[in-house]
């Protein structure tokens, strides 16, 4: 081909594959010290983990910065069609760790810190946990767009960017003590601020119709006060793939007008006032993982991450196609996590049709086809429900279009079950009472084309109970997505010696592709494989020990030996945290019998926050914690049984338990648990799982065999067909172990110096109506404890079960999960990135 000589040639792109270690040591060392000495001030006498974690994230952060714009040009020339992730949480954790991984950097950067004197780990350790969610939700998010991003998938996670993240937990005299997050207090440096995208979200006010030129009614919404949406955005590397996608996050800012205005009229301490409120929007978390129904600032976070998040992906649109909808809902598709953001499907509307001039079937159609629901529970409480009275004082333009949304169901719903009146009072998105409610539930299901389950027992109980009419309207719309978790983060990062050892036997393909894994099946036969991977069991058990060390002297007495019995989760009743304490308090009581000798030791850690207005979650805290005192201080039974009470249980805290589990707790209420992802990260890590027939649990031991995993507990159906006549007073009465254990909680034994302070927990599972039904399942949870304490005598058997619940942990990858999305829902084409060569 001729070429013109005077032409400055362009760079040719190529499809690169990136070198793993394309930054040399040295070039670390030189950046390090630049940003260390000169940006940030300090010099080298001075040494501070803290400020050298920020210097060495901020060369990682340039290094992911040209990925970054290369992942945005090739979305923009290939004019793909895009998801959209939007998720009132993300649950991050720390950054840095995560970012060296999928850039490939990790062995070297090691290397350079370690020849400056610097332990990386104490950098790494240093980082705050951006703890912008509560629990699996939002911990789920944060793993899919891990997964979005190293499939080249076109995904943007929208969310809101809280000034105070989930509260951090201290215990004192047992109780839970929350303390306020202030995550950002010394700056975030994975962030960046992009004002220039900035949108303007309506609150308040009245919702008008009026008649243009061309006689078509118009609807406005005027007289509002309105907030600023400000995005910062997060990059989301992909593994070692060239692919830095977007996590953007908005933050409430007051307008200028919204100082101004009362300002000159000399109303100076109303300005401020209204200036706070409005930027209180974006201030904290709900730190509730199952209700949080009334609260108007709640209202006001959900409506500002929609609107803002739908005005960002429009004003994109329009920039390039103008005011031409026609293949928007080609080119674009909303994944809504749970209810929370659910308002974006009547925020659709009203963008499409009051800004962009559409009518009401044509932007009916655009938005039913592109949003899509994903349900995370089945508890009737935890279902969201908004008045209407207060929908209209402060959305009222939006609560216009959902009833007029519902009108337009109601007349499908008639006329295909004609004359059912029951039927329409029980679909209506409207909840008829002595005060009328938006039902959010309904709202998604009916403005989308995609709704589903997050584990196979989860969607079916969804289709044939809680949404079982809208399944019968509408089947083709349901479907199910099994839950995973990144094994980035949850099995390279957190056990490194793990996976050093996986990839020394069976390479490291299974970074990316989990299934892999099936092939380390045959080394559970391999005698010296088994020792290597007892070895490095042994050894995370004892970081686990070190690392709580300084903080509890109950685990002085604490041996590696031990079974490590694990449960981590947020703190509820149907988690049945108290179940294990039964267990225990069992233990306790065999302990003091004196049949001591064939015991084997057994550490038991319990972790996980409880919400703050949740009586009966922060009793069970208290009870752990002094059931813990009694047993620890007992030298007739701590070189036996330890209990722990792990503080603040985190991201960064289970990325340091996962690896030392023995045992997996996974004992919820079957029926209950949608899906679960700690016990996907315990099972990979070689954890065997005690559980019940619920959420993944199931998906779990149909992988991994019967044989591998210890169940026990009633089915969902026996639970449901119990209800009505169960009766937990007659199975205490047969149980002559639990009668024991009832006799020691109610005597006051643990509570010796605080009468009665365990009455309403003990009250509870003694109840017939004990939702929980805690009682019922007692006895198999002790045989099965039974069970486990048989096997884990047997070394090499156990062994043999870690690895085999590690070689079948495979289809939990949320590499699998989001592939079954975007297979099924998004439809998106993965973007392999173009860089221009250098
Ligand atoms: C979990 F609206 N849900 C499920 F404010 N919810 O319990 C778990 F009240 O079984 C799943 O594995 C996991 O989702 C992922 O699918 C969950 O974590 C919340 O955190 C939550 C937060 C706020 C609310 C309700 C629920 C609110």
Same mark, same amino acid.
């Given at each position: 081909?001729?070429?013109?000589?005077? =032409?400055?040639?362009?760079?040719?792109?190529?499809?690169?594959?990136?070198?793993?270690?394309?930054?040399?040591?040295?070039?670390?060392?030189?950046?390090?010290?630049?940003?260390?000495?000169?940006?940030?001030?300090?010099?080298?006498?001075?040494?501070?983990?803290?400020?050298?974690?920020?210097?060495?994230?901020?060369?990682?952060?340039?290094?992911?910065?040209?990925?970054?714009?290369?992942?945005?040009?090739?979305?923009?020339?290939?004019?793909?069609?895009?998801?959209?992730?939007?998720?009132?949480?993300?649950?991050?954790?720390?950054?840095?760790?995560?970012?060296?991984?999928?850039?490939?950097?990790?062995?070297?950067?090691?290397?350079?810190?370690?020849?400056?004197?610097?332990?990386?780990?104490?950098?790494?350790?240093?980082?705050?946990?951006?703890?912008?969610?509560?629990?699996?939700?939002?911990?789920?998010?944060?793993?899919?767009?891990?997964?979005?991003?190293?499939?080249?998938?076109?995904?943007?996670?929208?969310?809101?960017?809280?000034?105070?993240?989930?509260?951090?937990?201290?215990?004192?005299?047992?109780?839970?003590?929350?303390?306020?997050?202030?995550?950002? !207090?010394?700056?975030?440096?994975?962030?960046?601020?992009?004002?220039?995208?900035?949108?303007?979200?309506?609150?308040?006010?009245?919702?008008?119709?009026?008649?243009?030129?061309?006689?078509?009614?118009?609807?406005?919404?005027?007289?509002?006060?309105?907030?600023?949406?400000?995005?910062?955005?997060?990059?989301?590397?992909?593994?070692?793939?060239?692919?830095?996608?977007?996590? !953007?996050?908005?933050?409430?800012?007051?307008?200028?007008?919204?100082?101004?205005?009362?300002?000159?009229?000399?109303?100076?301490?109303?300005?401020?006032?209204?200036?706070?409120?409005?930027?209180?929007?974006?201030?904290?978390?709900?730190?509730?993982?199952?209700?949080?129904?009334?609260?108007?600032?709640?209202?006001?976070?959900?409506?500002?991450?929609?609107?803002?998040?739908?005005?960002?992906?429009?004003?994109?649109?329009?920039?390039?196609?103008?005011?031409?909808?026609?293949?928007?809902?080609?080119?674009?598709?909303?994944?809504?996590?749970?209810?929370?953001?659910?308002?974006?499907?009547?925020?659709?509307?009203?963008?499409?049709?009051?800004?962009?001039?559409?009518?009401?079937?044509?932007?009916?159609?655009?938005?039913?086809?592109?949003?899509?629901?994903?349900?995370?529970?089945?508890?009737?409480?935890?279902?969201?429900?908004?008045?209407?009275?207060?929908?209209?004082?402060?959305?009222?333009?939006?609560?216009?279009?959902?009833?007029?949304?519902?009108?337009?169901?109601?007349?499908?719903?008639?006329?295909?079950?004609?004359?059912?009146?029951?039927?329409?009072?029980?679909?209506?998105?409207?909840?008829?009472?002595?005060?009328?409610?938006?039902?959010?539930?309904?709202?998604?299901?009916?403005?989308?084309?995609?709704?589903?389950?997050?584990?196979?027992?989860?969607?079916?109980?969804?289709?044939?109970?809680?949404?079982?009419?809208?399944?019968?309207?509408?089947?083709?719309?349901?479907?199910?997505?099994?839950?995973?978790?990144?094994?980035?983060?949850?099995?390279?990062?957190?056990?490194?010696?793990?996976?050093?050892?996986?990839?020394?036997?069976?390479?490291?393909?299974?970074?990316?592709?989990?299934?892999?894994?099936?092939?380390?099946?045959?080394?559970?036969?391999?005698?010296?494989?088994?020792?290597?991977?007892?070895?490095?069991?042994?050894?995370?058990?004892?970081?686990?020990?070190?690392?709580?060390?300084?903080?509890?002297?109950?685990?002085?007495?604490?041996?590696?030996?031990?079974?490590?019995?694990?449960?981590?989760?947020?703190?509820?009743?149907?988690?049945?945290?108290?179940?294990?304490?039964?267990?225990?308090?069992?233990?306790?009581?065999?302990?003091?019998?004196?049949?001591?000798?064939?015991?084997?030791?057994?550490?038991?850690?319990?972790?996980?926050?409880?919400?703050?207005?949740?009586?009966?979650?922060?009793?069970?805290?208290?009870?752990?914690?002094?059931?813990?005192?009694?047993?620890?201080?007992?030298?007739?039974?701590?070189?036996? =049984?330890?209990?722990?009470?792990?503080?603040?249980?985190?991201?960064?805290?289970?990325?340091?338990?996962?690896?030392?589990?023995?045992?997996?707790?996974?004992?919820?209420?079957?029926?209950?648990?949608?899906?679960?992802?700690?016990?996907?990260?315990?099972?990979?890590?070689?954890?065997?799982?005690?559980?019940?027939?619920?959420?993944?649990?199931?998906?779990? !031991?149909?992988?991994?065999?019967?044989?591998?995993?210890?169940?026990?507990?009633?089915?969902?159906?026996?639970?449901?067909?119990?209800?009505?006549?169960?009766?937990?007073?007659?199975?205490?009465?047969?149980?002559?172990?639990?009668?024991?254990?009832?006799?020691?909680?109610?005597?006051?034994?643990?509570?010796?110096?605080?009468?009665?302070?365990?009455?309403?927990?003990?009250?509870?599972?003694?109840?017939?109506?004990?939702?929980?039904?805690?009682?019922?399942?007692?006895?198999?949870?002790?045989?099965?404890?039974?069970?486990?304490?048989?096997?884990?005598?047997?070394?090499?058997?156990?062994?043999?079960?870690?690895?085999?619940?590690?070689?079948?942990?495979?289809?939990?990858?949320?590499? !699998?999960?989001?592939?079954?999305?975007?297979?099924?829902?998004?439809?998106?084409?993965?973007?392999?990135?173009?860089?221009?060569?250098?």
């Amino acid at each position: 081909m001729p070429t013109n000589q005077f =032409l400055i040639s362009q760079p040719t792109p190529t499809i690169t594959q990136l070198p793993k270690q394309g930054v040399k040591k040295q070039d670390f060392i030189n950046y390090f010290k630049q940003y260390y000495v000169h940006l940030l001030g300090r010099d080298e006498g001075h040494q501070s983990p803290f400020y050298a974690g920020e210097a060495l994230s901020m060369v990682i952060r340039d290094h992911l910065m040209e990925h970054w714009k290369a992942t945005h040009k090739t979305y923009k020339n290939n004019d793909c069609r895009r998801g959209y992730y939007l998720s009132m949480e993300f649950l991050m954790g720390r950054t840095l760790s995560n970012a060296m991984l999928n850039l490939g950097v990790t062995d070297n950067v090691t290397q350079a810190m370690y020849d400056l004197g610097i332990a990386i780990e104490e950098l790494i350790s240093s980082e705050e946990d951006a703890g912008l969610g509560n629990g699996g939700l939002g911990r789920l998010a944060a793993c899919f767009i891990d997964s979005c991003a190293t499939l080249q998938l076109p995904v943007i996670g929208y969310g809101l960017r809280y000034e105070y993240g989930m509260f951090t937990q201290t215990i004192v005299n047992g109780e839970q003590i929350e303390k306020p997050d202030h995550w950002l !207090r010394y700056g975030n440096v994975w962030e960046i601020e992009r004002l220039e995208y900035s949108h303007r979200i309506k609150f308040g006010g009245r919702s008008t119709v009026w008649t243009d030129a061309n006689g078509k009614q118009q609807f406005s919404w005027v007289d509002t006060h309105d907030v600023l949406a400000i995005p910062f955005d997060t990059p989301i590397p992909g593994y070692q793939n060239g692919t830095v996608n977007t996590l !953007r996050l908005w933050k409430a800012v007051a307008t200028e007008e919204f100082n101004l205005d009362e300002f000159n009229a000399g109303d100076y301490a109303e300005a401020v006032a209204a200036k706070i409120t409005a930027e209180n929007i974006t201030m904290v978390l709900y730190p509730n993982d199952a209700n949080e129904n009334g609260k108007t600032l709640r209202l006001q976070q959900q409506y500002f991450l929609a609107s803002a998040s739908l005005q960002d992906v429009i004003a994109h649109w329009t920039g390039l196609h103008g005011n031409d909808f026609t293949h928007f809902a080609e080119k674009s598709c909303f994944q809504l996590n749970d209810t929370h953001p659910s308002i974006a499907i009547a925020e659709l509307m009203r963008l499409l049709m009051d800004l962009h001039g559409l009518g009401w079937d044509e932007a009916w159609i655009i938005t039913k086809t592109t949003m899509a629901y994903t349900n995370h529970t089945l508890l009737p409480e935890a279902l969201e429900k908004w008045p209407v009275t207060l929908m209209q004082r402060l959305l009222p333009r939006l609560m216009d279009i959902i009833f007029e949304i519902n009108a337009h169901f109601i007349s499908e719903v008639s006329a295909y079950w004609p004359g059912d009146s029951e039927v329409l009072r029980k679909m209506s998105i409207i909840e008829e009472g002595h005060q009328q409610q938006v039902r959010m539930a309904h709202l998604a299901i009916i403005g989308s084309f995609s709704v589903n389950g997050v584990a196979k027992l989860h969607t079916q109980l969804l289709q044939q109970g809680l949404f079982s009419d809208f399944y019968a309207l509408w089947p083709h719309k349901f479907n199910n997505k099994t839950n995973g978790v990144t094994p980035r983060r949850w099995l390279a990062s957190c056990n490194p010696k793990l996976a050093s050892l996986i990839t020394e036997t069976i390479g490291d393909s299974w970074i990316t592709d989990l299934s892999q894994l099936k092939k380390l099946e045959p080394f559970a036969d391999d005698a010296s494989f088994r020792e290597r991977w007892y070895a490095i069991k042994q050894s995370a058990k004892q970081s686990l020990i070190d690392f709580k060390k300084n903080k509890n002297d109950a685990i002085s007495h604490l041996s590696v030996e031990a079974i490590f019995d694990v449960q981590v989760k947020r703190i509820h009743e149907y988690k049945r945290q108290f179940l294990n304490i039964l267990h225990v308090i069992h233990l306790y009581n065999c302990l003091k019998k004196g049949d001591t000798n064939d015991r084997v030791a057994r550490c038991v850690l319990i972790g996980g926050k409880a919400a703050p207005g949740y009586r009966m979650a922060k009793k069970i805290i208290k009870l752990i914690n002094n059931v813990a005192q009694v047993i620890n201080s007992d030298p007739t039974v701590n070189h036996k =049984l330890t209990v722990l009470f792990l503080e603040d249980y985190r991201v960064s805290a289970m990325e340091k338990i996962c690896s030392g589990a023995d045992l997996s707790e996974q004992i919820s209420t079957a029926g209950k648990e949608a899906s679960g992802t700690g016990n996907m990260k315990l099972m990979m890590n070689g954890a065997i799982t005690i559980g019940t027939l619920d959420g993944a649990n199931i998906e779990i !031991r149909e992988e991994v065999g019967d044989e591998n995993f210890f169940l026990f507990g009633l089915t969902e159906e026996q639970i449901e067909a119990k209800r009505g006549h169960y009766n937990p007073i007659a199975i205490i009465d047969q149980d002559e172990d639990l009668q024991h254990v009832m006799h020691l909680l109610e005597s006051g034994h643990f509570n010796q110096f605080e009468p009665s302070l365990f009455d309403d927990l003990i009250n509870s599972i003694k109840s017939p109506h004990d939702p929980w039904m805690t009682i019922a399942d007692f006895r198999s949870y002790i045989d099965a404890q039974q069970r486990v304490e048989d096997a884990y005598r047997n070394k090499d058997h156990w062994v043999k079960m870690s690895i085999l619940n590690c070689a079948n942990s495979g289809k939990f990858s949320t590499d !699998r999960t989001i592939s079954e999305y975007n297979r099924e829902i998004w439809k998106l084409t993965p973007q392999p990135v173009v860089h221009e060569s250098l």
